[in-house]
């Protein structure tokens, strides 16, 4: 498949080339994009991407409208580079979630887990927002913590004043109108005594506190369709604009998973089925207030819910412990994150003020086994010791500050970020039907502090066809992350870094082609939750995460090449060169004398990595009717993680994006196809091989019918339906096989 790739690549430089000076005579025209009242089209976004100084991609509102795409996550997708893991942790030219950031108009993002450095983007509607852009490169005025990429999401502006409603309705292949199972949460009682009290209290005690959580009752019941809906209007009135938009949706899922695991190379060490319900309700709310006058100021506030319940059903045999295993276990997990900023432009002069606040609450994570013996005809008892009740509660809040200032091209500015969090979890396990034991200890929370100061020179400089964009960026940060060790001791983690990083974009501007060199120096330091001695226990993947303490910062040096050709408006063809090599990367990896059936997680820097790779990307009307795009990216990654050598956690060796829209009349088709080569899902160990992540291959229809006043969305997402299977390269041994569901979702939108 590689070989293919790259010779597609080759074959189509000539036609590219030869495409410049024959196929595209027509002069380019200028899409102005304007600062409000503005309509983000295809065509402006691809302005946006020409006159930006560093190397960046990027789809539009317009284009995702024509998708099944519901949020940021699944847009990303169509990103050249992009990929993105478990539907909402984004991965850019093969990099992991943790060497990429994002941000929310001009606010950095935080970090919506508690056992990764990542942003889950499925939680921001596209509903809600105008365009996505990726940088690639970086210049002085980025923030320095990142290397793969820099997600930039701008939210819904005011286009004239406006009313829009929409309905819509979707179809699960196997999960709308079956039987289904969840189980209720309980939220911990107010009045339940801390850790310390618990486990001083009596037998008879214990008894009466673990009455407080009562018995749930598995609640069964027929799914309905998944079920959406929004209302959006916007008022403009001289200087002043005002925009509401909010959305609502309820879903449901079923998947049949198999898993299996080996003991040894052949013997197997278990083999379960099981079957999965999800449920899945998010809210999500917009306000935007902005006064156009001699200066700019507006007001921006983004809030979102989300609440994720789920529940398993599990049969099959454990061989090492020699049993015949039934279990289930519900999940619940509880969202809100809130993004409010404040931005005015005076002049010369620009600054924002922005807050984040992120609200995680995992309210009772229930694992109920019950097991025999093998091939014993004896009755299922429970198994106490692993029949646990998890609670665990995190929140972060966040303050920045940025200002700039320009000088004819000369630009100066500087900022300050301050993040708080904390994260409390308490494990229990039953002794018997009627009593707790509380096994939580010193490292199932911590709280941290961090600041973060920065300041930035740039020049910006157009030299007739040449443009110059550099400049130097220093930060100096300082955090502090507290715990304890498993005797109650006090654990800190205290780091402080000062950092200089300079960045260098270069570029050649004809009337249709554009030529980029770039070169900067990025950095990835240690987060919270990687450097605490802290143990966030994955019960799903029966896997312990522990920070390590000692971990360092990693140095990144970034190099990109890109060719750019604009034919027209609203087209483009590039192909680019990139290559990072990385000191000290930072890894997560499975620590000495784990085994499958109880890993243990732990991060550490490898002396060295090295990523390159070359993208091809394609924008092109074929005639007034049919526009086709097409990106593809190759990539190839070495770690060296105490002498075993293998690509990054996370890259695939390709992506392949491809779609072709057809528009008649009232009516448009479009289709869409997505395909990410085979990546390595979680590091083994020794004796132990990596576990990698399957391609597959993801088409997607959608049919749009233009109204009087609205249009009609009929949408087929991933048509083909075919499974993610996790494995083995050892004999090709599959661990996981899950179904993917076909969907059709039909919506109504109105505007009045």
Partial sequence: MIKKIILYLILSLPFIVFSQDTLFSKKLTTVTVRSAGKKITEASVITTIRNSSVVSDGVSIEFIKKTPDRNVGDALKRVSGVTIQNDKFVLVRGLADRYN??????????????????????????????????????????????????????????????????????????????????????????????????????????????????????????????LNGGLSFGVKKNKFNALFSSTVRNSYGINYIDRIDYQSSTELAYDYKDILYTKRFSTNGLLNLTYLGENRYSWKTLVNYQADDSYMNRNGENYDNVQNVHSNSSNHINNIVVNSQFD??????????????????????????????????????TAWRDTYRFWSVMDENSFSGNINKSFGDIKIGGGYLKKIRGFNARIFRYLSTDMLDEITNNTDKYTADFDLGSGYVMWDKEFGLWKLNTGVRTEYNLFDVSTADFSGSKVNVNREYLDLLPSLNLSYNLEKTKYRFSLSKTLARPE????????????????????????????????????????????????????????????????????????????????????????????????????????????NSEVNVKGVKRQLQG?????????????????????????????ISAIGFQGYPDIFENSRDVLDVTLLHKLNKGEIKLAIGDAFGQPSIYYQKLQNRNLIKTNNEQTISLTLNLNL
């Fill in 528 to 635: 919270f939750r990687e450097v605490a001695n802290f143990a966030y226990y994955d019960f799903v993947r029966n896997a312990q995460l522990l920070g390590n303490p000692k971990l360092e910062k990693s140095d990144i040096y970034n190099l990109d090449l890109k060719w750019e050709l604009y034919p027209k408006a609203g087209e483009n063809i590039s192909v680019s060169l990139f290559g990072k090599n990385f000191i000290k990367p930072i890894e997560q990896i499975v620590a000495d004398g784990s085994v499958p059936s109880n890993l243990l997680l732990t991060y550490s820097n490898p002396d060295n990595a090295h990523l390159y790779g070359v993208e091809l990307e394609i924008r092109k009307k074929l005639n007034d009717w049919i526009d086709v795009y097409t990106n593809a990216s190759v990539m």
């Fill in 344 to 381: 005015g432009k005076l002049k010369t002069w620009d600054f924002n003020l922005g807050y984040n606040f992120i609200f995680r609450e995992q309210p009772d994570y229930r694992v109920n086994p019950i097991t025999k013996s093998l091939g014993v005809n004896e009755p299922y008892a």
């Fill in 101 to 226: 950031s994002a941000i929310l108009n001009k606010t950095l993002l935080p970090s919506t887990e508690p056992d990764r450095r990542s942003f889950s983007f499925d939680i921001i509607p596209t509903a809600l927002i105008d365009n996505i852009i990726v940088a690639k490169s970086s210049s002085a005025n980025h923030p320095g913590d990142w290397s793969g990429g820099l997600v930039q999401i701008t939210t819904k502006e005011v286009s004239d004043n406006f009313f829009n409603i929409s309905l819509g309705s979707g179809w699960g292949s196997v999960s709308t109108l079956k039987d289904f199972k969840l189980v209720q949460a309980t939220e911990f009682p107010s009045t339940f005594p801390s850790t310390y009290g618990y486990r001083i209290s009596s037998n008879g005690d214990k008894r009466l506190y673990t009455k407080q959580f009562g018995n749930q009752i598995v609640d069964r019941f027929t799914s309905s369709p998944n």
């Fill in 651 to 679: 890259q695939s060796n390709y992506v392949l994006n491809g779609g072709v829209n057809i528009h008649k009349k009232k009516n448009t088709l479009n289709i869409t196809y997505n395909r990410v080569g085979d990546r």
